[in-house]
Each structure stands twice: as structure tokens, then as C-alpha cells.
């Protein structure tokens, strides 16, 4: 018998009473009378930076603004005419190390806690996690109230690879000492655009 | 009558400083967790929600975890199944053997060590690299972990400098600023991404509709794990599959918030194949007790944890003597029940680290009864054959005097001849109770005498 | 108070180490009750509800401890004690002991809980004009439901407290980490001697630090511990069971 047959059996054999699935239509998740700015607030508290973009703005002067002392910009977004790098391109993740600056589509975001929904688009998605910054470009009229709607949002292609990410990475392993820039991106900014502009 | 737990819980009270600390920083993560608990109108009904879910999923997971593995293959992965520690290591290391792998970076995954696998693979020549910074201090200072969540609570910020003056991560001497350091770690730990061969990552979550892992960090390091190296393995735990996505917006809600204060990790990563430029993603689903588990009758809601800390922050007897007083690899109250079910002649010290005061059931997410356990775990020491024979002679005593109110009524009317004890015989050794505190005053007529003056 | 709860019949239990260590407390109860005008019975040759024992392990000898509390007290409406812990492992562990044969277990109620939610007790009682730290012993908190636990996201509430504020004279003043266990515990006391006087000291130093004169609350074995440790520091605060508070001058 092979060990998931011998595991299934025993399991099934052991269950002593069973439980039925609760209805879960009924949870009353956080909702905000204005999701975005609750969102801008939330990004902040955890360490991201949201920019409302005016409508019209070329966010490449933006990220210039920005980052006015990077060197390596990677992107695949046709949108971003200053990228040096192109994850599509690449022959390997590990030449996008040294990434100044990514800059990475989401889907949408969600209010109560900052997360931007982001599949991968990308041929190699280590750019979202090997640059030194992130910027997020967001359409700001694609804010959820919570994650019980997110979740019944979020789609995958078939690259079969989705993160919410929500502010740079961080850590506080060090005697409770809270530190942004763990492993991943040292910084996070969010770049919410008008509809006309996406 | 100590055990194991009593002694090294009083050498840890020794270092008073640190002992406050440890109980202040813990206490600290509650208040968050409290913070975040008061902020969501429906927290309370959430954490039934969740306890409802677990109790459904994991008395018919045989037909979740078929799902789950049936939408991971079709996904592309390839899937294991192990029943035990021995088996698991030995999958992990026939993956990595298969793909030349010399050195593999992991993200935190507390399966892995129930299994042993970081020392199996080093004695078969495999380097493995923590990447979750806490999991990495003190993988190079060769401790286990003191906290599910926290690993490294236990050391300072100059224990960690000077590890990293001594391994060459840091290069200035003295520097001890977490931020230094923290930045220090990167730089080295960014060099191990790029060379590993293989990544590694538990998981929160197995979703059994769609066949995702789901794991959720702060630092980013599961996903560099499996951003750069061209094999992913996830090792997942039975229990850890949940049916759908409707499931997870109500764990993904409370993991982070009950664990460590926060309202979301900042990553929450779906992973449901390989990426185009990798080779493989394997998943190890794995047993190791868990399908002998769900049949005990008082212990089988073990398997509801969801592993976020929340009720060893809560502990009051936790937060002053630290995981390391425990005898099993996860402290606190849900290590006190699992360290029980993995070995209970091992472990069974550590059921009377624990006041009955009930915060940590209190203050579960997923409403698990661990207090309550804990109390059923203490009636079955005496057919483990661990019961304490003090302690079973001193409850045969009183049953005794209690059973009979003659022998009871004088023990009382002379309890008074206790106060003229002198005191170095009152304080000896021999008078446990004496030793945190000044004896109280018998009085000469116990409340049944008195009342006769009153009725 | 009606007609209705003039007629109750209630059985009064006093615990071991009330009975044997702060038998003022059991008198208190028993004026307290008295002054509110309850039929209020004392039965002779009580000893011990078997708490001790259970808890460390042995449960099995509390139950014929149980079997006797069932013979004592059956008849009564309401058996009535000044120990949360006492009556919570009554109450929540004899049904279980003895097979759900017993009647009295459902009726065993903790002296606040009773007054509070029973006899609706709603003027003046005694007078104590002093400021009061109030200690929320664990067994009241999450198992009797005395006060909303500071865990769950609930609608404060605190029925000790209630009480208290039909004091004459009194300022009800509760430390922080309000329902932080003391370290009592039981034998805990004894086999955890370290983090047992840790917690007992940690916990007492809070109350100190509201400014209080006296720490009260419905368990004598918390007080008992908790004066244990202080009175070991040589820490100056005193120590009084809510019913004597409310008894106070009566």
C-alpha cells in the first residue's frame, strides 16, 4: 500500500465524529465609507508610501522623483519607458540582482490591511522581490473593503503564481527592534492612478 | 516535586532583567493582538467561524487532502505523501539528490524541524540554509528555536552582533544596531539566494479547491527561496489543508493579527506550480502522528491550530520562564499538548507548567480548548506512569482527611498550633510554600466553630 | 426584594481552606445573606469540593466529595460560596463526575454571581471609605463569567465592580493587566515554586501601584497567595475578600 493510501485509511478509520462546513455568508467583514483612503492610511501604518497620481502624470518622471539616484530600473511594463532591465528578458533571476527600483502591476487592493493583489506577470517574478524598491502601480478605483472580498476576486493565469504583498519586506527578529528591508524589497510605494491613465 | 520546567524556569527567573524584558516583549505582542481584536467588530465571530471550519475540515480531511493533491497535480506539481519524520527526509533528500542539489536555502517551516530534516540532509552532505532571519541566528549559533513565531527572542541585540562579528557577516566591530545587522544579514543571506540550487518552504496553508500553497512572511524569504533557485519543495502538514478560498479570507484575517499584531504579513504568497524558467515544485504533504491524533477523543481539536504564537504570548508562566524550559521543540500551551501526544513519558513535566487560568483558549483564534486539555492531560499522568509520587501521596492524603469530616474537623481545630512553628523549621526546604511566601496565620477557631456563636 | 426570593432556601459552602484559614470571610457571607433577608442554612461536616486534588490530577477522588455535596445540599434553591474557583469546578466538573446525576451542582453559585445576577442586589450595603484594587481572579473571569475577559472583543462588564460601587465610601480602582493570573494555581504554588512567587509579586506590585489601601477579590486562595508574597517583600497593602467589603459595618 503506498504511504498515501496507508495515511487516507488510517485517517478515516480514526475520525471519530464529524462536523458540518458553517455558513460563512454571514460574517460581517470590515467595511470603510471610503475604501481608499483607508487604504492610503493603512499603507503608511505599515511602512509603504501611497501617491495619488495626478490624472495625466508620466510615472516615470514620478519614479524619477522618487529615485533620483537609481541606476538599474526593472520593469516589463510597456508603460515604463526608463527600465534598464526587463524581467521577460533576463536570462536568469539572479541578473536582476543589484535592482534599484522595480515596477510591478496590481490587480487591486484591499483596505483593512494594505495588500495589493499581484499575479505574476512576468517571466521571471524575482523582480518583485530582488529590487531594492518596489513600485506598485495601482488603479485607485480598485479598492476592496476586506479580504473575504479579495478572495472571491483574485484570479491566476498560467503562470500559476500570485502574492498579496502589502508594504516592504521587514522584520523585527532582532531583540523586538522593527526593521524595514529584510529580504525583499527595503522600501514599497504605491502609485494609485486615475482610470484614464491605466 | 520540580520537574524539568520548575528548574530551568528558575534559573531563567535568576536573570531578573532579562526575565522582565522577555515577560514586557511578549506582553507587549498580547496588547497588539488585543489592539487588533478590539479594532474588528467582528472578531469574536471570526474566531468561531474559524473554529467551526477547522472542526469540519479536519473530521473529513481524508476527502480535502484527495482534493487538494488531485488540483496540485493537475496544476503541474508533483506530490508526496509521508507517513512519518523518517519518510519525509528521506523524499526531501531523494528530490534534492535527483537535482544535483548542494545547497538549499529554506524559509521557516516548524515541520521541518519536528522532523529533524536540517541535521539529516547536513550528514548526507546537503547544505541548508535558513533564510528567515530569526531561523538564521540560530541555526549559526546551533540553538532551537525559544518561540514558534519569534526564534531568537531570547537573544539580545549584542549576542546577535557579535555572532555576526564572529561569522564575518558584519564587518564592524562592535556595531550591535538591529538595523546594522538586520541590513548585514541581507547582504549575506541575498548571496545565498543566488547560489542555492534549491528552495524550500512550509506552508500556512493548502488550498484544497485549487491546489495552492499558500505561505505568508514579513521578510519576503519564501519568495526569494523560490524566485531564484529552480526547484521549489513545500513541506505541509496534513492539518494545514483548508477546503476553498471563502476559508482562507477568515485564517489569512486572523493569522497575523492573533500572532504577532499586525493586520496582514507582508507577503501572502499562492503558489500552484513552478515557475517557466525553474524545474519542479514538490509538495510533501506529511502524517507523522496526525492521522493518530484526530482519534483521540479529548485531544484531537489539536489539529485546529494554525500555529500563530497568540497563546505563548498569552501565557503568563510562558512569558516567565521562555521556550527553552519546555521539553518539547514548541513551548507554551500548545506545545505542552502536542509534546503530550508526540511522547508522553518525555514530556509530561511540562503539564504542570500551567496555572488552569485559561487566557490562551481565551484568546485562540480557532478556539482551541488548550487550557481544558491540559487539565484532562494531568488525569491521565498516573496511567502514563509519570504521575509525581509526592504529589499522589499528598492527593491520597487529602482525600483521605476530606473524606472524613472527624479526621477533617480536628486537622482544622489544631492548625493553629502551626503559627508557634518556629520560623527556620517553618522556611525549610521540606515547606515549598515557604519559599515565595510568609506563612499565613492560622486562627484558633475555624468558620464551622464559629458559626455555632451566630445560628 | 419579592416575595419570591424571600423564599428561597439557600445552602451556604464554605471551603476548606475558608473554613480553616479565613473563616471571617465565611461569617461575612453568612451576615451579608442574612442582612438581605435570605433563609440562609450552614450544613454541618462540610470539607472540600475536591478542587485540589482534580487539579492536580487525581479527579477521580473528587468524586465522592461529590456524591456527599449531592446529599448535602439537595433541597436547597441555591447553594451559595465566597470562591470562584470552588464553584466553577463544582459547577462545571460534578455533572461530569457523577454520570449527570445531580441536581445541586447546577445550583452551586459564587456569592457575587448570586447577589449580582440572582438577588439583584441594587441599595446601599456596607461601608468601607477606602480605595480598593480590585482582583480578577481567573476562575470568575473565564469560567463563572464575573467580568468581560480583557481576551475577547466583548461590551465591558464587571459584576464584582457592580457590586463594589454599592459601598458607602469606596473608589474601585483595577490594576493593569486587569485579569493577569496571579500565579496560585494550586499545587502550581508548590511544584512551580519560582514562577508561582514571579507572578505573585509581578501581579501585586501592579495592585501597589494604583495607590490602593486593599486588594480585594472574590477568591481567598488568589488573596492568600498574593498576601503570601507581599507580606514576604514586605510590600504594605492589605488584603480583604469582596463579600467582607460589602459586609463592612453591616
Known amino acids: ?198 | ?455 | 426584594m419579592k416575595n419570591k426570593e424571600r423564599d428561597m432556601k439557600i445552602g451556604l459552602f464554605i471551603p476548606c481552606y475558608v473554613d480553616a484559614v479565613y473563616p471571617e470571610v465565611g461569617l461575612a457571607t453568612w451576615k451579608l445573606l442574612k442582612h438581605l433577608g435570605l433563609d440562609v442554612t450552614y450544613p454541618e461536616k462540610q470539607t472540600c469540593c475536591g478542587q485540589p486534588m482534580a487539579n492536580a490530577g487525581f479527579e477521580k477522588q473528587a468524586i465522592p466529595l461529590a456524591g456527599k455535596f449531592e446529599e448535602k445540599f439537595k433541597g436547597y434553591d441555591y447553594v451559595v460560596s465566597p470562591s470562584v474557583s470552588c464553584t466553577a469546578f463544582i459547577r462545571l466538573n460534578y455533572p461530569r463526575l457523577l454520570n449527570h446525576e445531580c441536581e445541586t451542582a447546577k445550583r452551586c453559585m459564587d456569592v457575587v454571581e448570586f447577589l449580582h445576577d440572582v438577588v439583584k442586589v441594587d441599595r446601599r450595603l456596607g461601608t468601607f471609605p477606602h480605595k480598593v484594587s480590585l482582583h480578577n481572579s481567573c476562575h470568575g473571569v473565564r469560567e463563572l463569567g464575573l467580568s468581560s475577559p480583557s481576551e475577547q472583543h466583548v461590551e465591558k462588564f464587571n459584576k464584582i465592580k457592580d457590586l463594589l460601587q454599592l459601598v458607602d465610601g469606596i473608589d474601585v480602582v483595577e490594576p493593569e493587566r486587569a485579569d493577569e493570573c496571579c500565579g496560585f494555581g494550586g499545587m502550581f504554588s508548590v511544584e512551580e515554586t519560582a514562577v508561582s512567587a514571579q507572578m505573585g509579586l509581578d501581579k501585586v506590585e501592579r495592585h501597589v501601584q494604583t495607590g490602593a489601601e486593599y486588594i480585594t477579590g472574590p477568591d481567598c486562595s488568589c488573596l492568600m497567595h498574593m498576601a503570601g508574597v507581599a507580606k514576604k517583600q514586605g510590600l504594605k497593602i492589605e488584603f480583604m475578600h469582596v463579600v467582607e467589603i460589602l459586609a463592612s459595618g453591616l
Not at chain 1, 511602512?47 to 516615470?60: F, H
Not at chain 2, 512519518?84 to 521557516?108: P, Y
Not at chain 2, 540532509?121 to 532571519?133: H, Q, R
Request: proline share 4%.
Open chain 2, 1 to 455: 516535586m520540580s520537574t524539568q520546567h520548575s528548574k530551568a524556569a528558575k534559573a531563567f527567573l535568576k536573570n531578573q532583567t532579562y526575565a522582565h524584558w522577555h515577560d514586557a516583549t511578549f506582553w507587549a505582542v498580547r496588547t497588539k493582538r488585543d489592539n487588533m481584536a478590539y479594532g474588528l467588530d467582528e472578531w469574536e465571530q471570526l474566531r468561531e467561524k474559524a473554529s467551526q471550519i477547522k472542526r469540519h475540515t479536519i473530521t473529513h480531511l481524508d476527502k480535502y487532502l484527495d482534493q487538494f493533491a488531485t488540483a496540485a497535480e493537475r496544476n503541474g506539481c508533483e506530490v508526496h505523501w509521508a507517513k512519518d519524520a523518517k519518510e519525509f527526509n528521506e523524499i526531501v533528500f531523494g528530490i534534492l539528490k535527483n537535482h544535483n542539489v548542494k545547497k538549499m536555502v529554506k524559509s521557516k517551516s516548524m515541520l521541518t524541524e519536528e522532523c529533524g530534516m536540517n541535521p539529516y540532509l547536513e550528514a548526507k552532505g546537503i547544505e541548508v540554509v535558513e533564510t528567515d532571519l530569526g531561523e538564521r541566528i540560530i541555526q549559526l549559533k546551533g540553538q532551537a528555536p525559544s518561540h514558534i513565531v519569534m526564534p531568537a527572542i531570547h537573544l539580545s541585540h549584542d549576542d546577535v552582533g557579535e555572532l555576526f562579528e564572529e561569522k564575518g557577516i558584519s564587518n564592524e566591530k562592535g556595531n550591535h544596531d538591529p538595523t546594522y545587522l538586520t541590513y548585514r544579514a541581507r547582504l549575506s543571506l541575498r548571496n545565498e539566494f543566488l547560489t542555492a540550487d534549491a528552495g524550500m518552504t512550509g506552508a500556512n496553508f493548502g488550498i484544497a479547491e485549487t491546489g495552492d500553497i499558500v505561505v505568508c512572511t514579513n521578510e519576503g524569504n519564501a519568495d526569494m527561496s523560490t524566485s531564484c533557485p529552480k526547484l521549489h519543495i513545500a513541506a505541509i502538514g496534513l492539518e494545514k489543508i483548508i477546503p476553498n478560498y471563502d476559508c482562507l479570507a477568515v485564517f489569512q484575517r486572523m493569522l497575523c493579527r492573533a500572532g504577532t499584531g499586525q493586520p496582514t504579513t507582508t507577503y501572502t504568497s499562492h503558489f500552484r506550480k513552478a515557475r517557466p524558467t525553474a524545474d519542479h515544485m514538490h509538495i510533501i504533504l506529511v502524517d507523522n502522528g496526525r492521522s493518530e491524533w484526530i482519534g483521540n477523543p479529548q485531544h484531537w481539536e489539536v489539529l485546529k491550530c494554525i500555529r500563530c504564537g497568540s497563546c505563548m504570548n498569552t501565557c503568563p508562566v510562558y512569558r516567565r520562564s521562555g521556550g527553552y524550559s519546555y521539553s518539547y521543540f514548541i513551548p507554551g500551551p500548545i506545545g505542552i499538548n502536542l509534546g503530550m501526544l508526540r511522547n508522553p513519558q518525555q514530556h509530561s513535566g511540562n503539564v504542570s507548567a500551567c496555572t488552569l487560568c485559561l487566557s490562551c483558549q481565551t484568546v485562540c483564534p480557532v478556539k482551541l480548548n488548550l487550557g481544558d486539555q491540559i487539565y484532562q492531560w494531568r488525569q491521565q499522568l498516573d496511567d502514563f506512569g509519570t504521575a509525581n509520587p509526592q504529589k499522589k501521596l499528598m492527593c491520597k492524603g487529602m482525600s483521605m482527611v476530606y473524606g472524613s469530616p472527624g479526621i477533617y474537623n480536628l486537622g482544622t481545630s489544631l492548625a493553629h498550633w502551626a503559627n508557634y512553628i518556629p520560623s527556620p523549621l517553618m522556611n525549610c526546604s521540606l515547606n515549598p510554600w515557604a519559599e515565595g511566601h510568609k506563612m499565613m496565620e492560622f486562627p484558633k477557631k475555624p468558620f464551622h466553630k464559629m458559626i455555632k456563636d451566630y445560628e
Open chain 1, 1 to 198: 500500500m503506498s504511504s498515501k493510501e496507508d495515511i487516507l485509511k488510517r485517517y478515516r478509520a480514526n475520525v471519530k465524529e464529524q462536523f458540518d462546513m458553517p455558513d460563512l455568508s454571514d460574517i460581517a467583514g470590515v467595511t470603510y465609507p471610503d475604501p481608499l483612503l483607508q487604504f492610503i492610511n493603512m499603507t503608511k501604518s505599515v511602512g509603504g508610501n501611497a501617491i495619488e497620481v495626478a490624472k495625466g502624470r508620466d510615472i516615470n518622471e514620478i519614479i524619477r522623483e522618487l529615485y533620483p539616484e537609481a541606476k538599474e530600473i526593472a520593469s516589463n511594463l510597456s508603460e515604463v519607458t526608463i527600465a534598464t532591465r526587463n524581467p521577460d528578458n533576463v536570462s536568469q533571476a539572479s541578473d536582476l540582482n543589484g535592482t534599484d527600483v522595480g515596477i510591478i502591476r496590481g490587480e487591486f487592493g484591499v483596505a483593512e490591511n494594505a495588500c495589493i493583489w499581484i499575479p505574476q506577470t512576468m517571466k521571471e517574478k524575482a523582480v518583485m522581490f530582488i529590487s531594492e524598491n518596489l513600485v506598485i502601480l495601482l488603479p485607485k478605483s480598485q479598492i476592496v473593503n476586506n479580504m473575504h472580498e479579495a478572495y472571491r476576486r483574485i484570479e491566476f493565469n498560467n503562470y500559476g503564481y500570485g502574492t498579496f504583498i502589502s508594504g516592504p519586506s521587514k522584520t523585527a527578529d532582532i531583540a523586538q527592534v522593527l526593521v524595514m528591508g529584510a529580504q525583499a524589497a527595503r522600501s514599497a510605494t504605491v502609485l494609485l492612478l486615475d482610470d484614464s491613465d491605466l
